[in-house]
């Protein structure tokens, strides 16, 4: 009977160190290697942080439904309407959404608006729109005249022409009549004196 308890004794001991390694390594090891890790980072200069621009972080800020500018498409008889920071359907409701993962001056600035059924309608002569026209984008960062370049329908879940592009550009979409799986967009390439834009 001293030997099986002996025995017993000796396994419940080994159980309780394997369980308490087990517990170390699954829960305090990771913690313990973190600090380490974060004593071993050295601290460079700020020459990389003042290289950020000032226009970049203050992009960074601007808050969900702020207003941030106005679009004037003269083609369309589209005047001075407001942009704000979301393409919900509150938002959208009301003004021109900017879509959030789009850029705010530089790159490719995505921007959406109803057509119809809404006071927010401001893109219901979008259809009209030809190759060629010019669309102003007013904004704290200054205004940027662009010329149309695309006009085409894509599907509704074609996100692709809202990426981030080296050149800057202005990309509107809305709705589709009578298509609910489809979108027109229209993109438009920033005005520069003398470039031949398709016309």
Known sequence: MKKE?????????????ALTGVIFFTYKYPI?????????????DNEELEATSLENIEQDIIHYDDEIGTLT????????????????????????GHFPSTSIYEGNVGL???NSGSNGDFFKNLKNIKIGSEIYYQTNYGTKRYVVTTKKIINDEDWSYLGATEDNRITLITCVAG???????VQAIESIDGMNYGQ
């Open 32 to 44: 313990y290697k973190a600090n380490k890790d974060a004593e071993s980072i050295e601290v460079g």
């Open 112 to 114: 959406a608006s109803h």
């Open 179 to 185: 298509q609910k799986d489809k979108r027109l967009c």
């Open 73 to 96: 498409i003269p083609d369309i008889l589209l005047d001075n309407a407001p942009i704000r920071e979301s393409v919900e359907l509150t938002t959208l409701s009301e003004t021109i």
């Open 5 to 17: 308890n002996k025995f017993i004794i000796a396994v419940v001991i080994i159980a309780i160190i």
